[in-house]
Nanobody
Framework: EVQLVESRGGLVQAGGSLRLSCAAS????????IGWFRQAPWKKREGVSC????????YYTDAVKGRFTLSSDNARNTEYLQVNSLQPEDTAVYYC?????????????????????WGQGTQVTVSS
């Protein structure tokens, strides 16, 4: 059974940091791309970053570039999203999801319907 389990998010002050994790079971990250998405209240879900397991290549949207960093622990089959310099506009439920595709990461991040499995979501709240 495929599962993606995200770590607990949290409440941080503006300028703070968090590290989110996405632990996978039932498949190997090597064969997939993992996307991170977020959804704020009354807003559409948006992709923020994506990593291809086999190559380790990454893509970040302009909204998070320079502040968010992806990393992998292949031994644990876990992906991490380090989020720094958080701002109130980063407040959202964050999700990881996997997709088996050779399409570009930029395209995949804009196509959430292509993803196969999703984590349960974790709340990140940034206070001003």
């Amino acid at each position: 059974e495929v599962q993606l389990v995200e770590s607990r998010g949290g409440l941080v002050q503006a300028g703070g940091s968090l590290r989110l994790s996405c632990a996978a079971s039932g498949f190997s990250f090597d064969d997939y791309a993992i996307g991170w998405f977020r959804q704020a209240p009354w807003k559409k879900r948006e992709g923020v970053s994506c990593i291809r397991g086999s190559a380790g290549s990454t893509y970040y949207t302009d909204a998070v570039k320079g502040r968010f960093t992806l990393s992998s622990d292949n031994a644990r089959n876990t992906e991490y999203l380090q989020v720094n310099s958080l701002q109130p506009e980063d407040t959202a439920v964050y999700y990881c999801a996997d997709v088996r595709s050779s399409l570009t990461l930029r395209f995949l991040l804009g196509s959430p319907d292509r993803y196969d499995y999703w984590g349960q979501g974790t709340q990140v709240t940034v206070s001003s």
